[in-house]
């Protein structure tokens, strides 16, 4: 760690870097994905590989935040699907950054987030005309499987392929949140069901991502001590989107997960 670049900073970059922290507590609580602009800051402000220490204890603080707000709300039968797909996303990123350069994460990720965007999209128009073909025909609209979609094998090979997409993309930038909105919202999860599922799922997974980025030099205690004065900017964040989620309806919801991710997979691109 760049001892250097930490403790220099002007109050411009702290300043960046504590809405960032903020705009973590509220992706954990009201919009999932959201984050995404939070790593560009944090890259923006600190070294690539730097950003990605300092970034991941603040990640788990705003998923503590989340556990404890939506823990009601969590399918676990998903959770308990993911997992094993994610730990080999998770390896596969480990021995990705030991070979990549800042370029090749960005590119390769923002592609897959822009890609899965667009899928996203496209299966949720096709569900929106299936259901508007319902109500023509037969009188009413059917009603979304919901999570229970997962149980078949479309929906394990589904969780699977967006499992080690998803550990991949947290294990190499901390942005693994806009893969598993994706698979949330196309699994069918409502607002809540999404919240408590995300939030377990991302305490689990960041937290098992410590000893990969101690391993590799991203956390160390330089980097701590700067999270220590960050951290409690994700309070307020929390806070604000514990009470704006009640505020936002379904559609809306879903829209801004969408926008959300396409805005974090360009500025990866660009970046």
């Known amino acids: 760690m760049d001892m250097m670049t930490l403790w220099h900073l002007t109050g411009w970059e702290f300043a960046a870097l504590a809405f960032a922290a903020l705009l973590v507590g509220f992706s954990k609580t009201a919009v999932s994905g959201a984050n995404t602009v939070s790593l560009a800051i944090f890259a923006a402000m600190l070294p690539a590989r730097a950003s990605t220490g300092v970034l991941l204890p603040i990640l788990i603080a705003g998923d503590v935040l989340a556990v404890l707000t939506y823990r009601r709300h969590a399918h676990w039968p998903t959770l308990w699907r993911l997992f094993p797909a ?4 998770v390896v596969v990123g480990t021995f990705f950054l030991m070979w990549a350069d800042d370029e090749a994460v960005g590119t390769s990720i923002g592609a897959i987030l822009l890609l899965m965007a667009a899928v996203t999209v496209w299966r949720r128009r096709a569900a929106d005309r299936a259901a508007q073909a319902a109500v023509d025909g037969e009188g009413e609209p059917r009603e979304r499987s919901g999570p229970e979609e997962v149980t078949s094998r479309a929906g394990r090979i589904k969780a699977r ?63 701590l001590l700067l999270d220590a004065a960050l951290v409690l900017f994700v309070v307020p964040g929390a806070l604000l989107g514990k009470w704006a989620v009640s505020r936002i309806n379904q559609r809306l919801f879903e829209q801004l997960v969408i926008a959300a991710t396409v805005v974090g997979g360009v500025q990866l691109l660009v970046r």
């Not at 949330?184 to 991302?202: C, D, I, M």
């Open 161 to 223: 392929s967006y499992g080690v997409l998803g550990g991949f993309t947290t294990m190499v930038a901390n942005a693994g949140g806009p893969v598993m909105s994706l698979y949330l919202l196309s699994a069918g999860f409502r607002k809540l069901g999404f919240l408590g599922t995300s939030a377990f799922f991302f305490l689990i997974v960041n937290t098992s991502k410590v000893p990969f980025s101690v391993g590799l030099g991203l956390i160390d205690a330089e980097s």
């Open 86 to 89: 994610v730990a080999a996303g």
